[in-house]
């Protein structure tokens, strides 16, 4: 497995950058929004929305940061 710790990694519309192993900030493509995530919590307004009645829940952002976790998807240097 990579260190992916400061490489970013492009899903789907979201950039990842992992700032330790277990956060990063996550970025829309077009920047609107750069938000903290980490395997288990967001900043984004769905994850706080819908977290407080699925404790379970994960946004996008968070399967994503899992996604560049588990090593799915490779670093994109160009993002």
Same mark, same amino acid.
């Given at each position: ?30 920047? @609107? ?14 994850? @706080? ?31």
């Amino acid at each position: 497995m990579i260190n992916y710790i400061n490489l970013p990694f492009m899903i789907n519309d979201l950039v990842v950058y992992p700032e330790a192993e277990d956060r990063a900030r996550v970025i829309d493509f077009d920047c @609107r929004y750069e938000l903290i995530t980490t395997p288990r919590s967001c900043t984004c307004c769905t994850f @706080r929305f819908n977290s407080r009645r699925d404790p379970g829940f994960k946004c996008r952002h968070i399967k994503a940061l899992q996604k560049v976790i588990n090593g799915e998807v490779p670093p994109d240097y160009n993002a």
